[in-house]
Structures are given as C-alpha cells and as structure tokens.
T-cell receptor, first 115, second 116 residues
Framework: GAGVSQSPSNKVTEKGKDVELRCDPISGHTALYWYRQSLGQGLEFLIYFQGNSAPDKSGLPSDRFSAERTGGSVSTLTIQRTQQEDSAVYLC?????????????FGDGTRLSIL | AQTVTQSQPEMSVQEAETVTLSCTYDTSESDYYLFWYKQPPSRQMILVIRQEAYKQQNATENRFSVNFQKAAKSFSLKISDSQLGDAAMYFCAYRSGTSGTYKYIFGTGTRLKVLA
C-alpha cells in the first residue's frame, strides 16, 4: 500500500486476554518501529526491527510483550495477559533503512482498551 | 541517557500569526538528529522538519523553521502564517547518530490551537 497500515484500528478486550496487533510497513522499507502512546504522553519506544531481526528490544516494558517480523515485511506485536495499564495507542512506523537520517513514516495506530 | 523536554503543554495562536514551540534536550553526544512531528486528531504522525546536529544552518520547510542552538541544547519550531490546519499535537524527537543506535526519544508534546 501507499502508507503504513495498522490493524485493527481499535481493540477492546478484557483484562487477562492476549492481543495481537499488526503492522504492514511501506513496501521496501527495511526498518520498522513500534511505539506506545499513553493518554497525554509522548511516544514510548518499544522495539526496532531491521529486516526480520530486532537489534533493539530495549523498550519492551515486560516479558508479556513480544514482537516478530516475518519476510522482512509484516510485524505483529503481541501482549499476553493484558492489564489495564496496557491501554494506549500503539503506533508503528517504517523507514527505508535504519539510518539516522531516514524519516519515519507512521501508521494511524491501534487504540487498545483493556476493560 | 538522553531526554527531550517540551515545557509547553498547550499553545494558542491567531490565524496568520507566528508561533514558536519550545524543545530542549539533554545529551552528551555530538552526532545526533532532531525532529519535529505533527499529530493531528487523525492520530497519524507526520514529519514536519528535521535537523542534523552537524549542520549549523537552521532547517526550513515552507512556513516551518527551526532555531537550533546546539550549545544551549535547544530546538524550537517556528510556524509562520499559522493556518487552521496547523492545529495538532507537536512532538519534538531526538535520535542518536551513533552507529547501532535506533531508538527515538520523544517529548511529551505541545498541543497547538489555531484561533480563527
């Protein structure tokens, strides 16, 4: 597609359930980032992918969070045993390479609400 | 560790007027990049302007310009001739230029209101 696509746009689930969020980056972009944006806060870096590997996972808040990327394209962020504090907008971004001078292109995000 | 601070939670500007959004950062690095992103209510983050730390000249993109003061670690965004479509959250971001570093650090944002 022309831009970064994220699905679902909104997700409501009960505490304790697992959720899977999807990101489809711009075709040809090798770098992919996941961020979390809590209400009234800036973006919190979660994880970076270069191709299928994740050289920087330093932002994942706990072992309930994991992410994978297959085929150097689509990525999924999985949150197990969700808790209310996981409620946030999860944003995905991609860039042509992971070099610092490459701009990120963002998706519209997934708004996750944990009841 | 690097930090980015946006001390203005909210700003207002009259249409056609000029407004400046503040951003300061803290780093011990000499090679880095700074960014301003705009996030309208649609949620999608859009890159407004980018500055390389090694460049002394301030970046400019049409009505948007920055005042980059490296010694003071300040990176403000000036919006000239403000338009209603400029209303959004604006985020300042930092990224290290060190090889092998991929993390972007964002400030908490400034909400800009444009008054007709």
């Amino acid at each position: 597609g022309a831009g970064v696509s994220q699905s679902p746009s909104n997700k409501v689930t009960e505490k304790g359930k697992d959720v899977e969020l999807r990101c489809d980056p711009i075709s040809g972009h090798t770098a992919l980032y996941w961020y979390r944006q809590s209400l009234g806060q800036g973006l919190e870096f979660l994880i970076y992918f270069q191709g299928n590997s994740a050289p920087d996972k330093s932002g994942l808040p706990s072992d309930r969070f994991s992410a994978e990327r297959t085929g150097g394209s689509v990525s999924t962020l999985t949150i197990q045993r969700t808790q209310q504090e996981d409620s946030a907008v999860y944003l995905c971004a991609s860039s042509f390479t992971g070099l610092s001078n490459q701009p990120q292109h963002f998706g519209d995000g997934t708004r996750l609400s944990i009841l | 560790a690097q930090t980015v601070t946006q001390s203005q939670p909210e700003m207002s500007v009259q249409e056609a007027e000029t407004v400046t959004l503040s951003c300061t950062y803290d780093t011990s690095e000499s090679d880095y990049y700074l960014f301003w992103y705009k996030q309208p209510p649609s949620r999608q983050m859009i890159l407004v302007i980018r500055q390389e730390a090694y460049k002394q000249q301030n970046a400019t993109e049409n009505r948007f310009s920055v005042n980059f003061q490296k010694a003071a670690k300040s990176f403000s965004l000036k919006i000239s001739d403000s338009q209603l479509g400029d209303a959004a959250m604006y985020f300042c971001a930092y990224r290290s230029g060190t090889s092998g570093t991929y993390k972007y650090i964002f400030g908490t944002g400034t909400r800009l209101k444009v008054l007709a």
